[in-house]
């Protein structure tokens, strides 16, 4: 039985826009809206980097790499997390998964990943 589903990834050129949604029917969102939830991307050979948190007071943080062009947003009546992108670039190349931390909010929180991640590619 799927929980989460992430969806809005795909291939685009720099500069262009994405809307990554992370619509979880589980006990995920429940769970870490009350703690603090995020996105972090991978990609081959790097490590994990945390890209945008948002903590249960409603503040947000981004990591320095996408401020000014990612905006993390939250639907609590579709229990989904969001991830809007704008000016994309090649070096946001990377799989991007949904996710919740407990603890102090921030894109280096110790994220749990909720499901599969979905790749997001940005050619030149």
């Known amino acids: 039985q799927v929980q989460v589903v992430e969806s809005g990834g795909g291939s685009v050129q720099a500069g262009g826009s994405l809307t990554l949604a992370c619509a979880d029917s589980?006990?995920?969102?429940?769970?870490?809206?009350?703690?603090?939830m995020g996105w972090f991307r991978q990609a081959p050979g790097k490590e994990r980097e945390g890209v945008a948190a948002f903590g249960r007071d409603g503040t947000t943080r981004y990591a320095d790499s996408v401020k000014g062009r990612f905006t993390i947003a939250k639907d609590n009546e579709k229990n989904t997390l969001i991830l809007e992108m704008v000016d994309l670039k090649p070096e946001d190349t990377a799989t991007y998964f949904c996710?919740?931390?407990?603890?102090?909010?921030?894109?280096?929180?110790?994220?749990?990943?909720w499901g599969q991640g979905t790749q997001v590619t940005v050619t030149a």
């Open positions: 996710a919740g931390a407990v603890g102090y909010c921030d894109p280096q929180a110790d994220f749990f990943p």
């Open positions: 589980g006990d995920n969102y429940n769970t870490y809206s009350r703690h603090c």
